[in-house]
């Protein structure tokens, strides 16, 4: 089971995440990288290690939604990218890293 995510036999829920190509596989399948937003500095000069620094060392915390990296680890092994609430762990939506990478691209992230 990756960060962030239990089994609360409470309330009854057990966590299924849908891989586009494998579809509905329970989060055990999955190991999960961590938030998906930071974007790779494109500059390799000095002057660029302050971006270098934010994107190897910070990371937010966040309350509620994130966009997290997943490797379908125990079924296709591909990279994906999950939407989940840190409080809920609903799981909103499931797309490829690919996907995900030309989404951002397109919105200018
Ligand atoms: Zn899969």
Request: net charge neutral; hydrophobic share 30%; glycine share 10%.
């Amino acid at each position: 089971m990756g960060p962030g995510f239990r089994r609360d036999d409470d309330l009854g829920s057990n966590l299924i995440i849908t891989c586009p190509h494998c579809g509905a596989r329970p989060v055990e399948e999955f190991t999960f990288l961590g938030d998906a937003k930071p974007q790779r500095p494109t500059s390799n000069d000095p002057s660029s290690m302050e971006q270098w620094f934010d994107y190897v060392y910070l990371r937010d915390n966040p309350k509620g939604r994130i966009d997290e990296f997943a490797h379908h680890s125990g079924g296709c092994r591909a990279w994906l990218v999950v939407t989940r609430n840190t409080e809920t762990h609903e799981v909103h939506g499931t797309v490829t890293a690919k996907d995900y990478a030309v989404r951002a691209k397109k919105s200018g992230r």
